[in-house]
């Protein structure tokens, strides 16, 4: 039938109609996407895209071959993923379950009564709650209730030193500051950078700011900053802190070109790998990808060990920065059989299940039984040491950046890049931060 | 025979409705966001909660804010330094490339390769280059002597960087006017200057240069808005840094917005950044006396 012809030609008039109506179809699909409160049979679960995703997915799938409610796994690359979530939520787009840092990451959304308080869950079932390391779960919870279940391993930041280059120079690990600068000396003049630090990603900077505070003032110091004190930004020991981070850029401990140095790219583990660094500050997340990327580095030459006692600091040796793990929360959209399903999705991963599954990837779980599968790790020494740190912490300062809100994690950031730049002082640092 | 009745259309002239597209994309996708933009910016909103409404706030903020200062400063130096180089180097090329030497074709094809890739992709792949320790900037320092190759870590590198990358990703496109604009020029004009003994150099400034004012207007005026709201190549390339060296307006924008979630205080940024970039554009046109659309080719 030569009317029903698609591709005869039309009037324009009618072309224009059809125009329009194709370009406006996508927006009003749009409005009526498959998000939370949106019924249907399925959940949104939203995850940050790395090296584990591919544990999160297994499990998803073996969920979805039992349950009346499948889950589909949208992976998020990470750069992007902070950005994404916040934007999606309060959208008809936002995930119905996802993943995040805890505290300062979804306090915003707790006070918007965005997320499911998983309290009574956890109080109905006490073998869900047992399953997972008390500290753990307090990291993540907000006001004293749980918004969020324990998903990946735990993320001490750990004071990573090649073994060889510190051995031809004669020199243990560090335990104290004077070991520390004796090792930075002897290894500048051996011309090898005697720390690497990816200065253009800011957050590896950071790292240094967190460890120096919490071993000069303890970790009382940021828990006052968290909790809203924004004049423990001036206590000594944050200037002592930021002073200090001064004192080391300027002596060339990071080498002299830090700041074009990045993280994110490999180019800091690399020039790490490659022999010309004497030591690296970074997150647990350094070991495994190490051997993945330079096996051979990773089991000749990559050592570890805690960050050094300051002379006068008052911090606990035994107290540890990072990010204790991450977790997955629900929204407040998901309601009825949905939320039964989400619940039960997250019971998946308090299982042993799951948690021999994060091993056998090269993290430590954050279950109580973690202790019991270290040895079937493929790295059983590296994973040992990092249980033990986590497991013997006097206390765990989650990651600065993580812990506070938006409004003054960005601002902080923008600091402490101007710090290590040279275009703030130790004093007009803290004097900002204190403004904030 | 009848004559039509007025219902047909006139010929050559399409009907309204062909415009109707194009009308509603531009409603949905950018005048209607800058109506939803200038109303945020008289509110504080954190993207989570209703915005709520703090009058002119945000604006007072902007006027005080050293942040900002810091920013429309660099966004000012970024865009005149932007036209200073590009303009002879783009003007330059695009003229030799309107002639009929040999190679030409070929080798503007390759000058032309930059503007095919995205800015993102560009902007890693300059990061790579310039990373110290693996990057080329590192062989390049060793060939200098150089004790670093911080080139992304100082306050001047890091801005020449952006000034240099740009400048490489979007000379071919301007270079494509200026070659557009030159082939217009008659060639009968160069035949009578050389009649009359112009060398070629005399030629370039007193035919070719005068022949592309119109060109040259337009080129500006695309890269000076072009300048103005520079952003994926500051995102991956410094973001921002070191410190605040390279926080264009565009880039403290998304900062603003995007990590502190100051979503009000942005809006009322991006507003000032549409004000003065339309101001910019429209002056240019105006001064240059683009708008008369004065022929260039007057007595031929």
Known sequence: ?436 | MKPQTSKAPRAGRPGIAWAIPGVLFFAFFAAAPMGIVAYLSFTDWDGLSDPSWTGLDNWTRLWEDDGMRNAVWLSLLLTALTWLTQTPITLLLGVWAAGRQRNRAVLSAVFFLPLLASSVALALLWRTIFDPNFGLAADIADWFDLESADLLGSSRGAFAAILFVTGWQFIPFHMLIYQGGARQIPRSFYDAASIDGAGTVRQFFHITLPQLRNTIVTSTVLMVVGALTYFDTVLILTRGGPGDATEIVPYLMYDTGFAAFDLGYASAIACALVVVATTASLLLVRLTGFTRMRSTREGM
């Not at chain 1, 180019?267 to 490659?274: D, I, K, Q, R, V």
């Open chain 1, 1 to 436: 039938m030569r009317s029903s012809d698609p591709w005869r030609p039309r009037r324009p008039r009618t072309l224009a109609a059809a125009a329009v109506l194709a370009l406006a179809a996508p927006t009003l699909a749009a409005c009526g996407s498959d998000g939370p409160g949106g019924g249907g049979d399925t959940l949104e679960v939203w995850v940050y895209q790395d090296g584990s995703s591919t544990i999160q997915q297994e499990f998803v799938d073996r969920f979805n071959e039992t349950s009346d409610i499948d889950i589909e796994l949208t992976q998020i690359p990470g750069e992007s993923y902070q950005d994404r979530m916040r934007t999606a939520m309060g959208t008809p787009n936002a995930p119905d379950v996802f993943f995040n840092w805890g505290g300062g990451s979804i306090s915003d959304f707790v006070a918007e009564d965005m997320l499911v308080d998983l309290t009574p869950y956890f109080d109905d079932d006490p073998e869900f709650q047992d399953a997972f390391i008390p500290t753990i779960l307090d990291a993540g919870a907000v006001e004293g209730r749980y918004y969020g279940v324990p998903m990946r391993g735990v993320q001490p930041v750990i004071l990573f030193y090649n073994r060889t280059l510190f051995g031809e120079a004669g020199l243990e690990a560090p335990a104290t500051w004077d070991d520390f600068l004796t090792a930075v000396d002897t290894f500048q003049r051996d011309d090898i950078t005697p720390v690497v630090l990816g200065g253009a990603d800011i957050w590896p900077n950071m790292m240094w700011l967190e460890y120096l505070l919490d071993r000069q003032g303890g970790s009382e110091v940021f828990d006052r900053i968290r909790n809203g004190d924004a004049s423990a930004w001036g206590d000594p020991a944050m200037l002592y802190a930021a002073e200090t981070v001064v004192e080391l850029v300027d002596s060339g401990a990071f080498g002299n070109d830090f700041r074009s140095v990045a993280t994110t790219n490999d180019g800091a583990p690399t020039f790490f790998a490659s022999g010309e660094a004497a030591m690296h500050l970074m997150g647990s997340w350094e070991y495994s990808n190490q051997l993945t990327n330079q096996p051979e580095f990773a089991e000749n030459d990559l050592a570890w060990t805690t960050f050094p006692t300051l002379p006068d600091g008052v911090g606990d040796p035994s107290s540890v920065v990072g990010n204790p793990t991450n977790y997955w929360s629900v929204n407040s959209q998901v309601e009825g059989e949905r939320l039964d399903a989400a619940v039960e999705f997250l019971k998946l991963h308090g299982d042993e299940d799951y948690a021999q599954a994060l091993i056998d990837n090269g993290d430590i779980p954050t279950t109580s039984n973690a202790v019991d599968l270290i040895g079937s790790s493929p790295n059983p020494e590296f994973a040992q040491f990092q249980y033990d740190m986590v497991e013997n912490a006097a206390s765990f300062t989650l990651s600065w950046d993580q812990a506070l809100p938006a409004s003054q994690s960005a601002p902080m950031i923008d600091a402490i890049d101007q710090l290590f730049s040279g275009q703030l002082s130790a004093q007009e640092f803290v004097d900002s931060m204190q403004e904030l």
